[in-house]
T-cell receptor, first 115, second 109 residues
């Protein structure tokens, strides 16, 4: 069964550094999402992306964050100048249609540790 | 008050028991997702529903839009059902899921 893949599985970075989290969504999916989960807390929405542009973003998704679909297969989340509080598990998800009409398929996550 | 409330927060059952997890929400929604999160962190979609009832194997999900309430039922529970179950409504005219805190289910043999 096709799946969403995320790399790396674990990323350790120093405060102030830039990180890029990578995702390969399922090939025929058109809607893409990033969510994050701080340890011990609930999952939070960051951003949704469709037709090469952001369709919705949360209050968390400030100028420090950006997303890109650089080619036909990858979907990336860039965090500029990381802070300690950015430490979390970041989940990429994709769906064939919008989330009213089709389920989300999640990757296994990238655990980001900022030291 | 949280927009999404799940109960119970923790549930321990014996193998074979019938399980019910409840979800109440305070916002207008266009659909509601039930998800399962494994100990390793991976998230799997179980159901997406906007009305009535859906069944998949031993799992049943129901929703009452007027009462803003949904339930997830597991029949003949098994230790492999042990996981966190999360209710995540999709707010009207948006694309974001609002996740509940989750219910930690442990099924003992």
């Amino acid at each position: 069964e096709p799946e969403v893949t995320q790399t790396p599985s674990h990323q350790v970075t120093q405060m102030g550094q830039e990180v890029i989290l990578r995702c390969v969504p399922i090939s025929n999916h058109l809607y893409f999402y990033w969510y994050r989960q701080i340890l011990g807390q609930k999952v939070e929405f960051l951003v949704s992306f469709y037709n090469n542009e952001i369709s919705e973003k949360s209050e968390i998704f400030d100028d420090q964050f950006s997303v890109e679909r650089p080619d036909g297969s990858n979907f990336t989340l860039k965090i500029r100048s990381t802070k300690l509080e950015d430490s979390a598990m970041y989940f990429c998800a994709s769906s064939e249609q919008d989330s009213i009409n089709s389920p989300l398929h999640f990757g296994n996550g990238t655990r980001l540790t900022v030291t | 008050k949280n927009e999404v409330e799940q109960s119970p927060q923790n549930l321990t059952a014996q193998e074979g028991e019938f399980i019910t997890i409840n979800c109440s929400y305070s916002v207008g929604i266009s659909a509601l997702h039930w998800l399962q999160q494994h100990p390793g962190g991976g998230i799997v979609s179980l159901f997406m529903l906007s009305s009535g009832k859906k069944k998949h194997g031993r799992l049943i999900a129901t929703i009452n839009i007027q009462e803003k309430h949904s339930s997830l039922h597991i029949t003949a529970s098994h230790p492999r059902d042990s996981a966190v179950y999360i209710c995540a409504p999709l707010q009207t005219s948006g694309s974001r899921l609002t996740f509940g805190e989750g219910t930690q289910l442990t099924v003992n043999p």
